[in-house]
Each structure stands twice: as C-alpha cells, then as structure tokens.
C-alpha cells in the first residue's frame, strides 16, 4: 500500500505546477525513488551474501562494494570477530582485540619488506650485543622475538617483539659490522626458502589449508600437498593482509594464519 500510495501523494504536491512541468518533475522523483529502492535492496541482498558465507573474504567483498553501504559497521564487526584484519577502508567503530597492538607491530614490521638476509643479519647483530636470537636462520621464531623485545626494553622502547625502520637503524649502529650472509639467488626467492626451512609437516600443511578455506580461501581440499589451488588461496589471503603475496609461508605468517579463528 505505502508504494501505491506514494506516487498519488507526490502527484498531488506537484499539482500547482504545469501539467507538463508536474509530469516531468513527477517522473524524475518516481525515478529517483526507484533507483534508492534498488540501490538499497543490492546493499541488504550482498551483506546477506557475506553472512551466508561467514568468511573474512565475503565481508571484504562486501566492504568493496558497498564502502559506504547500510551494513558496513556489522561487517567490520564481523571481521574482527572471525580475527581477521579490517579492510583500511572501512574501519571498525568498536576497539580492536586485546592483541591489536601487537598485529599493529607486526604490519609495521611486514610493511618493511625485510629479506630473509636482512633478518639473518638482524639476528647476528642481536646476538653479537647480547640478545642471543639462536641459529640466525631468518625464521625469527620465539627466541628472536623474545631477543628483540629484551632489546626494546633495554633501550626504554615499546616492547613489541617486531621492529620499527627505526629500530633497525639503531640496532645496526650499536652492533657495528657484522658478517652479513650471501643473499637468496633469484631462482629461490625469500618466501620459498623460508617455507623450506619451516620444515611443516604433514599435518601442520592440512592445517594451513583447513584454515584458509575456513576463512574463505578455497584450497579444494586438505591433502597435505601445497599445489597450485593451495599457492593461490595463499597469495589471496596474503593479500587481503596487506603481505606480499608470494604464495609461500613465512614463519610470523605460519602463526598468524593459525591464530585466526576460522569456522
């Protein structure tokens, strides 16, 4: 009834017009209303889409499409629910998670495009002042995280575990030369070798592959084997993180795909 009604009630407010002038204006306002309508029913019907499918990649998708759409705060919520980030774009009216300051860290280090030769030769300059980081094998597990937050905390720094451009500088000026390692040849890149050096088992690859499809990143199975499907659905969510998408796992990539909360 409402939409029957509407029309005879725009009609009669265009009435002191010209007929031709009320028609024009009459069919513009019709039209306008029309187009609202159906922007609206888009906007609703893709965010039922994303509840659908649950996943980190549905509510981006979402997101991109409807930036500003009716139920964009509901995705951003959504999204920090299932742990994963929040698009830039859109960002969360509520607090982040307790850890947040610490994802934070970890972009900013992320951001800085560090090779596994430059992590190898943070590790050694660690070690060389103090900071023993283990084997400096550029896989910077506990003990080097450990190691750079004892080293923030000497240097009255934000203890985070991750390092700044800054702190990288600073550390290289109190270790002094060390011996840096060759770096990788091009035909094994960073990624490749580090996931090498990872050494995942078994079930820890049906693991990583479990958890990207729970997150909406089709592996087309859990087998174990880290073929082509696997490397893509890799490199998307390595994207949609902000991460070079190299389809490879780092280690800090490894446990932060883990500590994703996945259906």
Do not use: C
Not at 12 to 31: E, H, M, N, R
């Amino acid at each position: 009834m409402r939409f029957h009604a509407l029309p005879l009630l725009l009609a009669a407010s265009f009435a002191v017009a010209s007929p031709v002038q009320a028609q024009t204006d009459l069919g513009k306002a019709i039209s306008g209303i029309a187009q609202s309508l159906l922007a609206q029913e888009a906007d609703r019907n893709a965010y039922v889409q994303a509840q659908r499918l649950n996943t980190a990649r549905g509510y981006r998708s979402y997101l991109a499409k409807f930036p500003n759409g009716a139920y964009r705060i509901n995705a951003n919520r959504a999204l920090v629910k299932l742990g994963a980030s929040v698009d830039p774009t859109s960002p969360p009216t509520q607090p982040p998670p307790t850890d947040g300051a610490t994802q934070t860290a970890a972009s900013i280090e992320a951001s800085l495009g560090l090779g596994r030769s430059q992590r190898i030769q943070i590790q050694q300059q660690l070690t060389a002042i103090g900071y023993p980081t283990g084997i400096a094998d550029g896989l910077w597990g506990a003990k080097t995280r450990t190691a750079i937050g004892q080293w923030q905390k000497a240097n009255k720094l934000v203890i985070t575990g991750y390092v700044t451009a800054r702190q990288v500088r600073l550390l290289a000026l109190q270790a002094g030369p060390v011996v840096a390692p060759a770096p990788g040849t091009p035909d094994q890149p960073d990624d490749v070798v580090e996931e090498r050096l990872l050494g995942l088992n078994f079930d820890e690859r049906r693991e990583v592959q479990r958890r990207l499809t729970a997150l909406g990143y089709r592996t087309f199975g859990f087998d174990g084997n880290f073929g082509r499907n696997t490397r893509l659905a890799l490199a998307d969510w390595q994207r949609d993180e902000g991460l070079r998408a190299s389809g490879y796992l780092t280690a800090d990539q490894f446990r932060r795909l883990l500590g994703q909360p996945g259906q």
